[in-house]
């Protein structure tokens, strides 16, 4: 073959000169519906004349979702888990995880029993003691006692107190970078192997009035007191629950 | 000879040997022979860039991603929901809730619609320990806690559909039975669906039924409809594919009534007697509350 390569590489020039000028044009004539073609009825997806599979998203292995049973809003307040989720060893049984709030699960707890200030005379089986700062508590299914006249009071979460579990029924409520577990007006923490009383966090959400919270009446507005935190009522999610402020 | 020059060869013959020794009619046929075949590249670039599919290799027919029946089924139940001006109808349903046990219990509650079209909504939503209400006049949505007597309202534009996604987005309040309620339950759903089929035909507490099944992604929809002329929902069911456990919310629906006017004071809230207006928190709200607890 004695054609120059110079040669060679000029036809390729004018070649994919062509090929660009060329590339428009089929795009135009494959966006032109032929003249035969019937037009689209009203508003009917065209789905089913040329199927095509939407791409389905990646998701991380494990979301939450604030409501179920809608398509509308399937993707709407989806709530990334963390990845590898939270061991199971750290969670306490009977915790309710999700966050659909709108789903009632409802079982009674021996502390929804608690009364500030009711005495007995012998403490209920399976107590334990606490100290807390030197003072002498019993702790047993969510209610804490204190001696008092020979008697024991049922007395209101001491901030500090080291349990082994929270209560079963406890609730899981992440706030502030933290997770909480929430049973009988206390909030608990993980603290080494045991979980401990914190003080109550301002600003957080709860689903349930702590046992005994009292009505009361701030700045003219309904509000529930409890061991000196309030909880006002208000709709999150559609449903009732209390967040918890200081007047 | 270079690998151009031979496959221009073969599409190309030289027209005579005594021509060949011609560089320059040579390099003339290179680029007619390139001028040529540029259309066919840009319409191989083309089919390539829109994903076009290659001819089948095989005689295995390619499915539609919606099979064409379904989609007949659930266009039908739609048109039938979103012409009705007004209906009536009862839910029960069944919500799975995990703990962190590993043990999965359900949650149950009971729910009354009564929709009118375009702009009235009321439901009672019942359950165990709650008893709720909600209104929508056109104007406003009204939740009522009828165990606590709290009421609470926000403003609303003047379309159910609107109104549905105000409440959602901004309140994370998701009406029960929503895409029930939307002015076309059809596209509401198909706009979402990625593949759908018939199961086929399955009787819902006695009443006999054709069984679809569409995936909405990482989310499986089921829908249960009534045969006949009166195609309704008689039974749904979401999987959640993505969460921890799959969890399933199940909806039974009964007492279908389009008969019955739907007047006014159905869907106008009267606070009762003794009840306390709450605030209804702005999902932002939510979370500035909690950002702030956490400084």
Redesign the interface.
């Known amino acids: ?5 110079s ?2 590489w ?3 020039g ?3 000169v ?2 660009l ?3 428009p ?3 135009a004539q ?1 966006s032109e519906p032929s003249r035969g073609a019937e037009p689209s009825r009203g ?3 065209q ?2 004349s040329e ?4 791409p ?2 990646q ?16 993707d ?2 989806v709530v990334q ?1 963390p990845v590898g ?1 939270r061991p ?1 060893y750290h ?8 966050h ?1 709030v ?5 079982r009674h707890w021996p502390w929804h029993d608690f009364a500030f200030g009711r005495r007995w005379g012998v403490l209920p089986i399976g107590c334990i003691s606490v100290f807390v700062n030197g003072a002498p508590y019993y702790y047993g299914d969510g209610i804490y006692y204190q001696p008092s006249d020979g008697s024991y009071q049922e007395v209101y979460p001491p901030v500090g107190a080291d349990i082994p579990q929270p209560p079963d029924g406890a609730i ?1 409520i992440d ?4 997770t909480y577990y929430y049973a009988g007006g206390a909030f608990y923490v993980q603290q080494d192997n045991g979980f401990v009383v914190a003080s109550t ?5 709860v689903p349930d009035l702590p046992p005994g919270a009292i009505q009361v009446s701030v700045n003219g507005n ?1 509000a529930y007191q409890f061991n000196g935190v309030y909880y ?9 629950q209390y ?1 918890t402020f200081l007047p | ?2 690998r ?2 031979r496959i221009i060869n073969f599409a190309f013959p030289r027209p005579s040997p005594r021509r ?2 011609c ?1 320059h009619a ?2 003339l046929r ?2 007619i ?3 040529a ?3 066919f ?3 191989l ?2 089919l390539s860039a ?1 994903g076009a599919p290659a001819a089948p290799t095989s005689d295995v027919a390619v499915k ?3 099979d ?1 029946r379904a ?1 007949e089924l659930l ?1 039908r139940m739609g048109d039938y929901l979103g012409q009705a001006q007004s209906f009536s109808v009862n839910a029960e ?1 069944w ?1 799975d ?6 043990q999965r ?1 359900q ?3 009971t729910i009354v619609l009564q929709v009118r079209r375009p702009d009235r909504f009321h439901a009672e ?1 019942r ?4 008893n ?1 209400g ?1 209104f929508y006049d056109g104007k406003s949505i009204t ?1 009522l ?1 009828r165990v ?1 007597n ?1 009421y ?1 309202s926000i403003p609303a534009p003047g379309s159910l559909d609107e109104a ?2 105000m ?3 901004r ?4 009406m ?4 029930l309620i ?1 002015s076309d339950p059809y ?6 669906a ?2 759908g089929y018939d199961v086929g035909p399955v009787t819902v507490l006695g009443v006999p039924c054709e069984h679809l099944a569409f995936s ?4 499986d ?1 089921q829908i249960w409809i009534e045969d006949g002329a009166k195609p309704v929902p008689r039974k ?1 069911v ?1 999987t ?1 594919k ?3 456990g799959s ?1 399933e ?1 199940t ?1 039974i629906l009964s007492n279908w009534d389009f008969e019955t006017k739907l007047p006014d004071f159905l869907f106008t809230f009267e606070p009762p007697a003794g009840a ?1 207006k ?4 702005q ?1 932002k709200a ?1 979370n500035d ?7």
């Open positions: 073959m004695n054609v120059p390569h040669t060679s000029k036809a390729i004018v070649g994919l062509a090929f000028v060329a590339l044009l089929a795009y494959r508003s009917e997806p789905r089913m199927p095509q599979r939407a389905v998203q998701r991380p292995a494990v979301v939450d979702r604030f409501n179920h049973g809608t398509v509308r809003h399937v709407t307040h888990q989720g199971a969670t306490p049984p009977h915790v309710i995880v999700g659909d709108d789903a009632d699960v409802h899981e706030a502030g970078g933290l966090p301002i600003g957080v959400t309904l006002q009522p208000m709709f999150v999610d559609g449903v009732t967040q | 000879m270079n151009i020059e060949s020794g560089g040579s390099g290179l680029t022979a390139a001028c075949l540029a259309p590249l840009a319409g670039a083309v829109t539609p991603a919606i064409p989609n266009k349903v919500q809730v995990a703990l962190s046990s590993g219990v949650a149950g509650r939503v359950s165990t320990r709650g709720h909600l939740l806690n606590q709290f609470g549905l996604d409440a959602c987005d309140f994370g309040i998701t029960p039975l929503e895409d939307v596209r509401n759903v198909m706009q979402k990625v593949s909405l992604g990482a989310v929809w749904i979401f959640y993505d969460e921890d969890p919310f909806a306390s709450i605030t209804v928190a999902i939510q509350a909690h950002a702030k607890e956490g400084k």
